[in-house]
């Protein structure tokens, strides 16, 4: 291994294209069109022999040709080329990024290109990145190697979530999922096949990486176990470490215990480590989308209790039933704060754990009771469930709520189900970082993600 | 707490096995590890004909447990190669006719290596307490409430070894059945602490035996005051 820091990877001063041209619908055009569109800084190189321009750049026959060598190249050529064009570009070249597949994936062959590709790494070629994947999408350095058109998949906005992910497809549905929801990424790597750079790597980088406030991973399997345990735990350390971890079932299947039916293989191996290494594990894609939603817009929670509050005392049993779902407590005031409440608030509100501000509640109202009953130490973050079909709220509700919010310091939700009126509202609770979750479940299980999945088992 | 692993005699056991190459440790062998580690197992004795298993039931107490040892038996049970509960000579005596009619029919291939007399431990609640070796991870712990119900339920916990007191007390706590063993419906709570330092020390031994593949205590039976690991198997890497 020549260089374990990944920083040419994610911040390189310069990019060649290998394989580039204009032709309409080629990867390598629709990477060049990325690179061009996302706002690329440094220099750009395309590189083919059978073009003098691309895109009106000039265009170079081979990276060697490069004088001053380039940090990182993306490889969008045949799999079988790859090998050999990187042993050239050797000392031109710090990092490649090989989005080809037709490599280990496939058959015999392929396996053995990549045992070509481990060894230009192991004799200090170039960090590789894949093969068979999508490589970088970094809205800080501006890189996105991924050759999926703008149009039909959208990038996320600036945030401070970085994602890892060996799936090419999970991370450009993710990528265009978040960037509906308006959710920020700051730097998104999926890296296939990793001969080379894995997980681990990629967890080093992240853990000194300033943009990065919590990372999650997509995992189908680790590579490198107890380097992984080590990476992830450094990592978690100093920020919110998450992860899904799929093909739970078919390993669970495949590789039971030779003795016991009891030990059911692989995937609780999987849970020990996230445990062991302090990641917090989410249970599937709905989890890991509304974990994204409420941490791109809340801190973490210190535990796991929870105070409802609400205009419709259905919904807040609702809330308070899918709260005890996702292990987290919803225990009733004390009874010193249910006598201070009573005083303040008119005598049909129902004090309790939910708060049930009825359809009479009017936005002040409703703020203060988010703040007065949030006070002390009781609770641990809020769901605020405003149902929008009350007279007295208006347009101002969100912005209360979010000054309370601050105030508290703690954590708030905001669950609001409903249709196209209460859908309108969600933009407003979203401008003041109020994060909105359109059914009882989805806030429960962001706020289960935000508790850390501590919850307390039932 | 002693947390001392034999690693030299953990070493011989597997070294031998492997040299006539078995896969397998036998039952006696796995309770000198487990015992040279402070896990607690009943009395026993290895003998090899019936004169001296009732010689040895006497010296340990009846009621006494005749176990079949045999590498190409991992499941004595099954087997028909346990029989508990022997009161006398006579018990004894009849038990040993029994269990070998019964081997010769359900596992007639099986090369017998001995039987085992062994002190018959009061009745308790039953947990399992084992552990393999991930290729990925290493070495890893398993605690799971005993019986029907591991099989069926999976209502097990995993950790990667070694473990802290701490993370074996915390994994207990994850297992539905756990509230069997605190005292349900009135009844007495039983010794969690012996059983987390089981889980400690067997966490221990993998995480020191590299040798070992899979090892598992299967029963534990738990009492109000300390614990016994009644059966326990090893599969070698």
Redesign the interface.
């Not at chain 2, 991930?134 to 290493?138: A, L, S, V």
């Not at chain 2, 097990?156 to 990667?160: D, G, K």
């Given at each position: 291994m020549n260089e374990r820091k990944l920083d040419f990877l994610f911040k390189p001063r310069s990019i060649a294209v290998v394989g580039a041209s204009d032709v309409p619908g080629k990867l390598s055009t629709i990477i060049m069109d990325s690179l061009v569109d996302s706002g690329f800084k440094g220099s750009i190189y395309p590189v083919n022999p059978k073009h003098q321009t691309v895109r009106s750049l000039k265009c170079y026959p081979s990276i060697e040709e490069i004088e001053d060598g380039v940090d990182l190249a993306v490889f969008a050529v045949p799999a079988p080329l790859t090998p050999g064009l990187l042993k050239r570009a050797n000392g031109k070249l710090k990092g490649a990024i090989i989005v080809s597949g037709g490599f280990g994936e496939m058959d015999e062959a392929g396996r053995g290109l990549e045992g070509e590709l481990k060894e230009i790494v192991k004799n200090g070629g170039p960090r590789i990145i894949g093969p068979n994947c999508m490589g970088i999408y970094d809205s800080i350095s501006k890189v996105d190697t991924f050759f999926l058109s703008r149009e039909r998949i959208k990038r996320p906005k600036r945030g401070s979530i970085s994602i890892l992910t060996q799936s090419g497809s999970f991370a450009s549905t993710a990528m265009d999922e978040l960037a509906a929801e308006g959710i920020g990424v700051a730097r998104l790597i999926s890296y296939g096949n990793r001969v080379d750079v894995n997980e681990s790597d990629c967890l080093d980088f992240l853990a000194g990486d300033r943009a990065t406030k919590a990372v999650l991973l997509y995992i189908e399997?680790?590579d490198?176990?107890?380097r992984f345990?080590e990476s992830a735990s450094r990592c978690a350390a100093k920020k919110t470490v998450m992860a899904v971890k799929v093909g739970r079932h078919a390993e669970g299947a495949l590789a039971a215990?030779?003795?016991?039916?009891?030990?059911?293989g692989?995937y609780?191996?999987?849970?020990?480590?996230f445990?062991?290494a302090g990641v917090i594990e989410l249970e599937g894609y709905e989890e890991f989308i509304d974990g994204c939603r409420a941490f791109t817009m809340q801190e973490m929670a210190k535990g796991p209790r929870v105070l409802i509050i609400t205009d419709g005392g259905g919904i807040g049993v609702a809330i308070a039933d899918a709260c005890m779902d996702s292990d987290l407590c919803v225990e009733s005031l004390t009874e010193e704060k249910k006598q201070a409440l009573k005083a303040i608030f008119p005598p049909y509100y129902t004090i309790g754990n939910p708060m049930d501000l009825t359809g009479s509640v009017n936005d002040e109202l409703f703020a203060e009771a988010l703040e007065k009953s949030m006070e002390g130490s009781e609770f641990d973050m809020a769901i605020v469930a405003a149902l929008w079909g009350p007279p007295n709220l208006t347009d101002r509700l969100p912005g209360l709520l979010a000054e309370k919010a601050e105030r508290i310091g703690k954590p708030v939700l905001i669950c609001t189900p409903g249709g196209k009126y209460t859908r309108r509202k969600k933009k407003l609770f979203e401008k003041r970082k109020l994060p909105v979750f359109s059914s009882p479940e989805s806030a429960a299980r962001a706020a289960s993600v935000l508790a850390g999945k501590k919850g307390v088992?039932r | 707490m002693c947390l001392d692993v034999d690693k030299k005699s953990i070493d011989k056991f597997v070294g031998e096995a492997k040299g006539q190459g078995f896969r397998t440790l036998i039952e006696p062998e796995v309770k000198i590890i487990l015992k040279a580690s402070e896990i607690p197992v009943p009395k026993f004795k290895v003998v090899k004909d019936m004169a001296e298993a009732v010689e040895e039931a006497e010296h340990i107490g009846y009621p006494v447990v005749l176990k079949v040892i045999s590498h190409d038996i991992?499941?004595k049970s099954e087997a028909g190669g346990v029989i508990t509960n022997l009161k006398d000579m006579k018990d004894i005596e009849s038990a040993w006719s029994e269990m070998l009619f019964n081997v010769a029919d359900n596992v007639p291939t099986a090369s017998i290596e001995g039987f085992l007399v062994e002190e018959m431990a009061p009745p308790g609640i039953e947990v399992?307490v084992?552990g393999?070796r991930?290729?990925?991870?290493?070495p890893?712990v398993?605690f799971?409430i005993g019986g029907v119900a591991?099989?069926l339920l999976?209502d097990?916990?995993?950790?990667?070894a070694p473990v802290e007191k701490k993370e074996a007390l915390e994994m207990m706590?994850?297992v539905?059945g756990y509230r069997l063993l605190t005292g349900l419906r009135g009844a007495e709570p039983r010794d969690i602490d012996a059983v987390s330092d089981v889980i400690v020390k067997l966490s221990r031994i993998l995480d020191s035996a590299d040798g070992v593949k899979?090892l598992?205590i299967?029963p534990l039976v738990v009492y109000e005051k300390g614990v016994v690991a009644v059966d326990a198997?090893a599969?070698l890497a």
């Open positions: 399997a680790i490198e176990g107890r345990i215990m030779s003795h016991t039916g009891a030990i059911s692989r609780e191996i999987y849970k020990a480590a445990k062991k088992k | 991992l499941h399992i084992g393999l991930d290729e990925q991870f290493g890893a398993m799971g591991v099989e999976k097990t916990s995993f950790r990667l706590t994850e539905k899979e598992e299967n198997r599969i």
